[in-house]
């Protein structure tokens, strides 16, 4: 008969060495993988180049600035909107069945697959709006995906908000959206940052949705409008460690290093942004 | 009275911004519905949901879905059974037996898992994970469901391990006081009271995992051997629905009967999700209450 103190011991150590051996080894292993071997390839030239010889030589510098400018649009649309409709989910919707809606809405959005929104890209803006196959349309896409986030983050910022605020600016006779926009919203961008960040380094690392929308195979030139394709990296490791036979591996592991790399450095980014708010905070 | 415009305005973008988000679900599923609608003039739906070979560049075509809801179920079967005990298993050690600085630790590293882009996920797949399985389990490949499962395990840990983990720390402190005060262990505690109280939003978890998994589309085109056949079991190639879209609507004419038959699979997955973040949604309305 093991008594309760004993079944605890055995209990807690069996969760602790199932966490560190099936979550934190397998996640550390992974990105030591990337950036180790994709480390040791390396090479300025690697970055400032385009690809040449059917990709299997050269750089990637068409892919990067693909994915930057794609991070932008998605940034130039996204945002506003998803800010926007979350001010008006915490300051103006009341409770009823519209604003329900609404929240049901956002929910849904955040669970459709990315495969799905690359469809509602390609009839959307592709066919119907007459984009094409560009930068619009797969910033767009992109944006619609990422609005969720955006939201969500930015509702947690403004709720955090304390709500004397808001009383001390209504009996001073402001008005709501004066209210909004000098005793709320002052107060609320660290989160909203924070949030927008991390929804931007998820949609720049996302393939599916850029498959038919924007993506181009090879294309060894910087783009000129917004109508042009561009190359993506997470296309372009799609297609060459699945597409091109006899890559060579060291390029696809450089190429993942650099993804991770934006992708990383966008998460830290967003992690000091919050770390320097917080000191800021004064309530 | 400047002002005041300027105020009408900004409102009202507030307002239209709103409504917005409701417009896009709803645009979303009409031009969805349009596209797949269009394959079912020529094309019995009866054939779609219950047919058994997909073939779309045979000559006459088949669009029957099975194999891939077949290949769909069992890549999401695998993955669910591997991450869900490991994601509770995981979240329990954070919430009630870790250390707060290593309880830091552990949830950024969580986070890092998260932000990791599924496609170079799909790359370790191919040069590692895939010939790692072959040689050790004997397979003639390793491109199979397995590998898809594994790795699609791995994606869903961050959702299960965080949601699970929050339902947790929520559970009132006086159920634990209560439990203490009657002589209880912690393990017996975290077992018995805040394991069933936490059950809700655990739920939710696993649901909102399982939405992840059906939707994660690169990772299984890029590891799972791209067959849109039957399969014997999970160890074999096989292709999902989500792969099946993105795989072949590059190839396919656009207007084309299986241009339209792709939208159809599509609209299948928006339902499927759907269903699925209804569910999840209601379980954790039902956690915070």
Redesign the interface.
Known sequence: MMT??T??KI??VL??L??LL???V???L??L??LVNGGSAMTWEFLSQPPRNGMKEGGILPAIVGTVVLILGTMLFAL??GI??A???VE??KDNFFTR??K?????????????????G???FV??CRFGTSILSGALTLA?MS?PVV?TATKEALESVPQAFREVSFSLGA????TVRYCVLPYAIPGILTGTV?SL??A?????PI??TVAAFYLPRLPHSVYDQVMAL??H??VI??QVPNMP?KL?FAT?FV??AI??LM?IAS?FLRAHYRKKKTW | MRRKLSEIFIEGCIRLSGVLCISFVVLIFLFLLKDALALFGGYSAGKFLFGSQWLPVSEPPHFGIVPLVIGSLYVTLGAILICVPIGVGAAMFIAEVAPQSLKTILKSLVEILAAIPSVVLGFIGIVWLGPFLKTTLGLSTGMCGLTGSLLLAFMALPTIISISEDALAGVPKAYREAAFGLGATRWQTLWRILLPAASSGIIAGVMLGIGRVIGETMVVMMVTGNAPVIPASILQPLRTLTATVASEMGEAVSGSEHYFALFAVGLILFIITFLINLVADMSLRKARR
């Open positions: 309760a103190k079944t605890q209990a807690f969760l602790g199932g966490t099936l979550v934190v397998p996640i550390l992974t990105i993988y990337i506003p909107l926007l409709s001010v008006y989910l103006y919707a809606l609404i049901l809405s956002v929910v849904n959005l955040s669970g459709i697959p990315s495969i799905v929104y690359g469809l509602f390609l009839t959307l066919g119907f619609i609005l939201i008005t709501r959206w004066q991390l380094s998820r720049a690392g996302e393939t599916a498959l038919f997470p296309y490791l799609y460690s699945t591996l696809s993942g993804l991770i992708v990383f998460n992690v």
